[in-house]
C-alpha cells in the first residue's frame, strides 16, 4: 500500500521560505504525476502545484513566480519550495496522487504571519 507523507510546515513570517516534502513509501516504483493542494480555515481546498514524471510543472496564478515544485525520483520525494510567503498561504498543505480518489497525504500546516 502507497502512502504520502509531507513535512515541513511551520510558523513563518511573511516574506519569508519554507520547502515542503511529500515522500512516498510503500509498493510504488514510479511516483508519477504529484499534485499540491492546500486549505485555508473555513474555506474549501484548491489546487497549487502539480510536477509529472519527468519534471514538467503547472502552478496556481497565485502562487506563480513564488512557489517551485520539483522532485527527486530517487527518493521518491517531491518537494514545493515556497518563497516571498504571504500571509494568505497560510494553509494545510497536502499532496495526492491519482485525483480526488487517489492518495492523499495527511497534511502539513504552514502559517504565515504578517
Known amino acids: 500500500q502507497v502512502q504520502l507523507v509531507e513535512s515541513g510546515g511551520d510558523l513563518v513570517q511573511a516574506g519569508g521560505s519554507l520547502r515542503l516534502s511529500c515522500a512516498a513509501s510503500g509498493s510504488i516504483i514510479n511516483l508519477g504525476t504529484i499534485d499540491w493542494y492546500r486549505q485555508a480555515p473555513g474555506k474549501r481546498q484548491t489546487f497549487v502545484a502539480s510536477i509529472t514524471a519527468d519534471g514538467n510543472t503547472r502552478y496556481a496564478d497565485s502562487v506563480k513566480g513564488r512557489f517551485t515544485a520539483s522532485r527527486d525520483n530517487a527518493k521518491r520525494t517531491v518537494y514545493l519550495q515556497m518563497n516571498s510567503l504571504k500571509p494568505e498561504d497560510t494553509a494545510v498543505y497536502s499532496c495526492?496522487?491519482?485525483?480526488?480518489?487517489?492518495?492523499w497525504g495527511q497534511g502539513t500546516q504552514v502559517t504565515v504571519s504578517s
Open positions: 495526492n496522487k491519482g485525483g480526488p480518489f487517489g492518495i
